[in-house]
């Protein structure tokens, strides 16, 4: 059996990540194809989520619901980095960095090897950018767990990083009546290290303020390409996996 592809969507908030990866999957799904999706950010991963809402059910708590999200969507690490203890915060680190584990060196290849195309919204570039952003003086690309992750997970057949400037993150995120966590300085930080790491991880870089017409003709075309460059570089399939070094 073929082992399945593995694509991946990364980049800044309101770029229109989301918006592609669904016209993939049902792209994938008209060829046949019952491609899998999986959200892989530190905090978010289906271990920790589990964890979050089971103990969240034995306490009796519900999580408040506005328009259909959860109150505390993406808030999660950004207050898990504000605990004041560092052993709960280490812990909290620890915790998540194993289920990434879990997820993209195990399940992921579990998935791929039964000939399913995986559809990441988010990568490990996103879960870098969120450890530097979010947890600055903890240094987690430099430990053990990091590195066995950048070292042992799967590798994505495409990678797309999608940038925008922070301003239109805040436009976008008021026009789908979106409250923003983060302030725009913070989005900001953000843009910069995606754009400064997207080559590290062997991302495409994608323009979020083009079309989602002309952005869609783009992925297909670069996808489109693969095969190409896999054949001219068959040579080099010894070459290490992009982004498995430090910084």
């Given at each position: 059996?073929?082992?399945?592809?593995?694509?991946?969507?990364?980049?800044?908030?309101?770029?229109?990540?989301?918006?592609?990866?669904?016209?993939?999957?049902?792209?994938?799904?008209?060829?046949?194809?019952?491609?899998?999706?999986?959200y892989g950010r530190p905090?978010?991963?289906?271990?920790?989520?589990?964890?979050?809402?089971?103990?969240?059910?034995?306490?009796?708590?519900?999580?408040?619901?506005r328009n259909g999200v959860?109150?505390?969507?993406?808030?999660?690490?950004?207050?898990?980095?504000?605990?004041?203890?560092?052993?709960?915060?280490?812990?909290?680190?620890?915790?998540?960095?194993?289920?990434?584990?879990?997820?993209?060196?195990?399940?992921?290849?579990?998935?791929?090897?039964?000939?399913?195309?995986?559809?990441?919204?988010?990568?490990?570039?996103?879960?870098?950018?969120?450890?530097?952003?979010?947890?600055?003086?903890?240094?987690?690309?430099?430990?053990?767990?990091?590195?066995?992750?950048?070292?042992?997970?799967?590798?994505?057949?495409?990678?797309?990083?999608?940038?925008?400037?922070?301003?239109?993150?805040?436009?976008?995120?008021?026009?789908?009546?979106?409250?923003?966590?983060?302030?725009?300085?913070?989005?900001?930080?953000?843009?910069?290290?995606?754009?400064?790491?997207?080559?590290?991880?062997?991302?495409?870089?994608?323009?979020?303020?083009?079309?989602?017409?002309?952005?869609?003709?783009?992925?297909?075309?670069?996808?489109?390409?693969?095969?190409?460059?896999?054949?001219?570089?068959?040579?080099?399939?010894?070459?290490?996996?992009?982004?498995?070094?430090?910084?």
């Amino acid at each position: 059996m073929r082992r399945g592809d593995l694509i991946a969507f990364s980049g800044v908030d309101c770029a229109g990540k989301s918006t592609q990866r669904d016209r993939l999957m049902e792209l994938l799904r008209s060829r046949g194809d019952t491609p899998v999706n999986f959200y892989g950010r530190p905090g978010y991963t289906p271990g920790l989520r589990l964890f979050k809402t089971t103990v969240g059910r034995l306490k009796g708590r519900r999580k408040p619901v506005r328009n259909g999200v959860s109150k505390d969507a993406g808030n999660f690490p950004r207050r898990a980095s504000n605990l004041g203890n560092p052993l709960a915060r280490k812990l909290w680190l620890m915790a998540a960095l194993l289920d990434l584990v879990w997820l993209h060196c195990v399940h992921i290849r579990l998935v791929r090897a039964r000939g399913r195309t995986v559809v990441c919204n988010r990568h490990l570039l996103d879960c870098l950018v969120d450890f530097r952003v979010n947890f600055p003086a903890d240094r987690v690309e430099q430990g053990l767990l990091w590195r066995l992750l950048r070292r042992f997970s799967a590798r994505p057949d495409a990678t797309f990083c999608f940038l925008i400037s922070a301003e239109l993150t805040m436009e976008r995120s008021r026009n789908k009546s979106r409250f923003h966590w983060e302030p725009q300085d913070v989005l900001e930080l953000r843009r910069r290290e995606y754009a400064a790491l997207a080559g590290e991880f062997g991302s495409h870089v994608i323009d979020g303020t083009r079309s989602v017409e002309e952005i869609a003709c783009s992925i297909d075309r670069l996808l489109a390409e693969r095969p190409r460059r896999a054949s001219s570089s068959a040579a080099g399939r010894g070459s290490p996996h992009p982004g498995s070094s430090g910084r």
